[in-house]
Nanobody, 127 residues
Framework: QVQLVESGGGLVQAGGSLRLSCAASGRTVSSYCISWFRQAPGKEREFVAGIKWSSGNTRTTNSVKGRFTISRDNGKNTVYLQMNSLKPEDTAVYYC????????????????????WGQGTQVTVSS
Protein backbone atom coordinates (compact mmCIF):
# COMPACT_ATOMS: atom_id res chain seq x y z
CA GLN A 1 0.00 0.00 0.00
CA VAL A 2 1.25 3.47 -0.83
CA GLN A 3 0.01 6.65 0.80
CA LEU A 4 -0.56 9.72 -1.36
CA VAL A 5 -0.84 13.34 -0.26
CA GLU A 6 -1.75 16.07 -2.73
CA SER A 7 -1.00 19.75 -2.39
CA GLY A 8 -0.79 22.89 -4.48
CA GLY A 9 -4.41 23.57 -5.31
CA GLY A 10 -5.98 27.00 -5.06
CA LEU A 11 -7.78 29.83 -6.80
CA VAL A 12 -6.30 31.24 -9.99
CA GLN A 13 -7.51 33.45 -12.80
CA ALA A 14 -8.01 32.09 -16.29
CA GLY A 15 -4.70 31.95 -18.13
CA GLY A 16 -2.77 31.41 -14.93
CA SER A 17 -0.71 28.47 -13.70
CA LEU A 18 -0.60 26.10 -10.76
CA ARG A 19 1.63 23.18 -9.87
CA LEU A 20 0.13 20.27 -8.01
CA SER A 21 2.26 17.86 -5.99
CA CYS A 22 1.59 14.27 -5.03
CA ALA A 23 3.91 12.94 -2.33
CA ALA A 24 4.07 9.14 -2.13
CA SER A 25 5.14 7.16 0.91
CA GLY A 26 4.87 3.72 2.46
CA ARG A 27 6.15 1.52 -0.34
CA THR A 28 8.79 1.85 -2.97
CA VAL A 29 7.19 3.69 -5.85
CA SER A 30 9.48 2.35 -8.56
CA SER A 31 6.93 -0.29 -9.53
CA TYR A 32 3.98 2.08 -9.57
CA CYS A 33 2.07 4.10 -12.09
CA ILE A 34 0.86 7.37 -10.61
CA SER A 35 -1.87 9.39 -12.26
CA TRP A 36 -3.88 12.53 -11.78
CA PHE A 37 -7.67 12.49 -12.05
CA ARG A 38 -10.14 15.31 -11.57
CA GLN A 39 -13.79 15.57 -10.67
CA ALA A 40 -15.91 18.63 -11.35
CA PRO A 41 -19.25 19.15 -9.55
CA GLY A 42 -21.91 16.88 -11.00
CA LYS A 43 -19.46 15.08 -13.27
CA GLU A 44 -17.65 11.78 -13.19
CA ARG A 45 -14.03 11.54 -12.17
CA GLU A 46 -11.83 11.69 -15.24
CA PHE A 47 -8.23 10.86 -16.08
CA VAL A 48 -5.91 13.82 -16.63
CA ALA A 49 -2.36 12.48 -16.86
CA GLY A 50 -0.26 9.55 -15.71
CA ILE A 51 3.38 8.56 -15.39
CA LYS A 52 5.16 5.24 -14.98
CA TRP A 53 7.74 5.71 -12.29
CA SER A 54 10.22 3.15 -13.61
CA SER A 55 10.34 4.36 -17.21
CA GLY A 56 9.13 7.94 -16.97
CA ASN A 57 6.64 7.27 -19.75
CA THR A 58 3.67 9.61 -19.62
CA ARG A 59 0.15 9.86 -20.95
CA THR A 60 -1.99 13.00 -21.04
CA THR A 61 -5.64 13.35 -21.94
CA ASN A 62 -6.37 15.34 -25.08
CA SER A 63 -8.22 18.18 -23.37
CA VAL A 64 -5.11 19.27 -21.46
CA LYS A 65 -2.36 18.40 -23.94
CA GLY A 66 -0.01 21.29 -24.48
CA ARG A 67 -1.13 22.90 -21.22
CA PHE A 68 -0.52 20.30 -18.49
CA THR A 69 2.71 18.38 -17.89
CA ILE A 70 3.23 15.47 -15.52
CA SER A 71 6.67 14.74 -14.10
CA ARG A 72 8.36 13.00 -11.17
CA ASP A 73 11.16 13.68 -8.73
CA ASN A 74 12.86 10.42 -7.75
CA GLY A 75 14.61 11.88 -4.75
CA LYS A 76 11.42 13.28 -3.28
CA ASN A 77 9.06 10.44 -4.28
CA THR A 78 6.81 13.14 -5.66
CA VAL A 79 4.80 13.49 -8.85
CA TYR A 80 3.95 16.94 -10.16
CA LEU A 81 1.24 18.25 -12.44
CA GLN A 82 2.23 21.57 -13.95
CA MET A 83 -0.90 23.29 -15.20
CA ASN A 84 -0.55 26.29 -17.51
CA SER A 85 -3.08 28.36 -19.45
CA LEU A 86 -5.78 27.31 -17.04
CA LYS A 87 -9.41 27.60 -18.09
CA PRO A 88 -12.59 27.81 -16.00
CA GLU A 89 -13.48 24.31 -17.21
CA ASP A 90 -10.37 23.00 -15.44
CA THR A 91 -12.09 23.75 -12.13
CA ALA A 92 -12.34 20.50 -10.17
CA VAL A 93 -11.02 18.52 -7.26
CA TYR A 94 -7.78 16.94 -8.43
CA TYR A 95 -6.86 13.51 -7.10
CA CYS A 96 -3.62 11.59 -7.20
CA UNK A 97 -3.91 7.82 -7.65
CA UNK A 98 -1.48 4.91 -7.82
CA UNK A 99 -1.44 1.34 -9.01
CA UNK A 100 1.26 -1.23 -9.43
CA UNK A 101 2.42 -1.42 -13.00
CA UNK A 102 5.06 -3.24 -14.99
CA UNK A 103 7.53 -1.53 -17.27
CA UNK A 104 5.53 -2.59 -20.30
CA UNK A 105 1.87 -2.01 -20.86
CA UNK A 106 -0.30 1.10 -21.00
CA UNK A 107 -0.93 3.80 -18.44
CA UNK A 108 -4.48 3.01 -17.36
CA UNK A 109 -7.06 5.77 -17.43
CA UNK A 110 -10.00 4.13 -15.66
CA UNK A 111 -10.62 4.89 -12.00
CA UNK A 112 -11.26 1.23 -11.14
CA UNK A 113 -7.71 0.37 -12.18
CA UNK A 114 -6.31 2.35 -9.23
CA UNK A 115 -6.47 1.17 -5.63
CA UNK A 116 -4.59 3.95 -3.86
CA TRP A 117 -6.02 7.45 -3.75
CA GLY A 118 -5.15 10.74 -2.13
CA GLN A 119 -7.65 13.04 -0.44
CA GLY A 120 -7.81 15.52 -3.32
CA THR A 121 -6.99 19.19 -3.73
CA GLN A 122 -9.36 21.86 -5.04
CA VAL A 123 -8.45 23.85 -8.13
CA THR A 124 -10.69 26.80 -8.99
CA VAL A 125 -10.17 28.86 -12.13
CA SER A 126 -12.05 32.12 -12.31
CA SER A 127 -13.02 33.78 -15.60
Amino acid sequence: QVQLVESGGGLVQAGGSLRLSCAASGRTVSSYCISWFRQAPGKEREFVAGIKWSSGNTRTTNSVKGRFTISRDNGKNTVYLQMNSLKPEDTAVYYCAARTAGVLGPIESQTYEYNNWGQGTQVTVSS
